[in-house]
């Protein structure tokens, strides 16, 4: 089912060109916030300077040679200071921003450990003068003051071979975590839920919609022959970016509420520009949930919890930086994202801020280099991202978007599924609910199929749908980043849709904000998917949140989805005696080579859809290449294909 609310707004001439070319546009976005003038030009701020890495196309062949099979260099990876010494910034370019820096009056700080950012301490005036820009303060149309750069910050010509960005000049954060909670429909809610398939086998598993575990995920997914054999994640480090706190003793107390055993003493936080502070409301159930989810998968191996303030538009960037450089996670997830779009400068007041896109390129370059394994979460707003952000009808159109970082071709994008289920749903339908109604087979995250429940029994259709659209798997095409080579031999893959623009209409006259360009051959997200629907979702512990002993359930979200995929990245490492490295380019050739079938390493969903995208045979823009077979894609990796 197609949303009907949005149909009438996708229709705009593109304009928008890529490739580092931005059309000019009404800068509407700034419509929905006031320039306050500038700020405080004595306020002092940390901004983190992003340098160049060298030999860009020799490091994307050299990551090419570790993941194909029967290469001499596959699974051989490099450790940081080998990475810096060929790829990172060399030391006379380092000294040479040190000195630029030095020459403002801006204070050089700590140069990372693969020579890819310097931070930098100095006040607002001298980063405006050094950058040839003017910080402005800004305040929402929601109330939220931020302050950020009112004209494109300018790179010096004695720098601009080495610097390639500076970030955290900004502090209009849009980065949220991808968690999404049950029955939040007003009045409506569905009830009498059973699992309609088999989830037997794992004694921590519960079986039951809504309070699944770790263990249910096993039993879903074929994890359990790898515990059977003795494979518990021991000698493999998990590592968490994220950018909220927790409170680390929710982590065991989940653990021991579903009776597993873990590995004492496991957990490590790394504050990162800072650390956080718990504060409910801001994200803490999401790094919970994140530790929980990831530590149980792989109750033995260690956590580094890499964790940063949300408040800048560096500090996401920072955190990652510092746990690749540290490589000593195997993987990493983040749950943490935003629409690519946020960074075009039509919704910055006219400043591009594409080169976050790019410093996280670089990052993801080094871990898989490194033979990290990084996942994050494709979104929980369906096709429509901005929806999610609040962009949405009637106020705006809401054309096709999709998340970052999980647009960047070097991670791995996790989507989300819908177990099979029973349910009914009270409504009008009085305490006893309405018909019973299935989903007979696990299909693309989207809740549409509520919709079209009511659609079919609800005599007065109104106020729900609000409540509905447009939540389900994040996923559709980047029209930032190409389409990846391990993708161009993939049945289902999609170019980015014609007629697709944001257009604002609580003017006078409907405004075009952003046009965006129809039939771009981009990268499709998301990669690899697990059942993400918070109707059919889990059990998640957290105090900050939730009063004592803070269990909550009916908890869902692609949020779910990366950290399981980050466990079970370390019961392969384990398994395997060695990292993973970079999943995408190995998952994609196993499926275009071997197929669906008993045993294949995917599961194909071909059922649902996420608003616009439907599940089909093959890939699909929702649910990627299908769901994972855990134990099959072990015995894989093993043989070397």
Known sequence: MRNPMHRNALAAALTLVLGGVFATAANAASADATDLGASNASQTVTVTLILKLHNQAALEDFIQHTVTPG????????????????????????????????????????????????????????????????????????????????????????????????????????????????????????????????????????????????????????????????????????????????????????????????????????????????????GDDETSLDVEQSGGLAPQANIRVYEAPNVTNGNFIDAFYAAVSDNIADSISTSWGQAEEDLFPQLNGGVDETGVLQAFHQIFLEAAAQGISLFVASGDSGAYELVREGLAAPTYSTPLTVESPADDAYITAAGGTTRPFSYNITYFFGSGGGP???????????????????????????????????????????????????????????????????????????????????????????????NADPETGYSVVDTVDFAAPGVAYGYGGTSFVAPQLNGITALLRQSNGHRIGLWNPQAYLLQNFFGYGAYSSFNDIKAGDNWYYYGIPGYEPAAGIGTLNVANFDLFLHSGF
């Open 71 to 282: 290469d001499p260099l596959y699974h051989q990876f490099l450790t940081t200071a080998q990475f810096s010494a060929t790829y990172g910034a060399t030391a006379s370019e380092i000294s040479r921003v040190q000195a630029f820096l030095k020459q403002q009056g801006i204070t050089a700080g700590a140069v990372a450990a693969n020579h890819l950012s310097i931070q930098a301490t100095g006040t607002i005036a001298q980063f405006n003068a050094a950058l040839q820009t003017s910080v402005h303060d800004y305040q929402s149309a929601d109330g939220r003051h931020f302050h950020r750069p009112n004209t494109q910050p300018v790179i010096p010509s004695i720098i601009a071979d080495t610097l390639l960005s500076a970030t955290g000049l900004s502090t209009d954060v849009k980065l949220h975590p991808n968690i999404a909670r049950a029955d939040h429909f007003g009045s409506l809610k569905l009830t009498s839920k059973t699992a309609t398939a088999n989830s037997s086998g794992n004694g921590t598993a519960t079986g039951i919609p809504e309070e699944y575990t770790v263990g249910d995920v096993a039993n879903f997914y074929n994890i359990n022959p790898l515990y059977k054999a003795g494979i518990n994640g021991s000698g493999s480090t998990i590592g968490i970016v994220t950018l909220a706190a927790f409170q680390p003793s929710d982590a065991y107390a989940y653990w021991s509420m579903i009776g597993l055993p873990v590995k004492a003493n496991r957990i490590t936080v790394i504050p990162v520009d800072g650390g956080d502070t718990p504060t409910a409301g801001v």
């Open 436 to 530: 019973t109604a299935s989903i007979k087979q696990e299909q693309v995250w989207g809740w549409d199929y509520i919709a079209n429940y009511l659609n079919a029994y609800d005599p007065t259709p109104g106020g729900w749908k609000q409540y509905l659209f447009s939540s389900g798997s994040g996923g559709g095409v980047s029209i930032y980043w190409q389409e990846p080579s391990y993708q161009r031999a993939t049945q289902g893959i999609r170019r980015s849709e014609p007629n697709q623009s944001l257009v604002y209409y609580g003017g006078s006259k409907p405004e075009t904000i952003l046009t965006l360009p129809g039939n771009f051959a981009g990268r499709n997200l998301p990669d690899i998917s697990l």
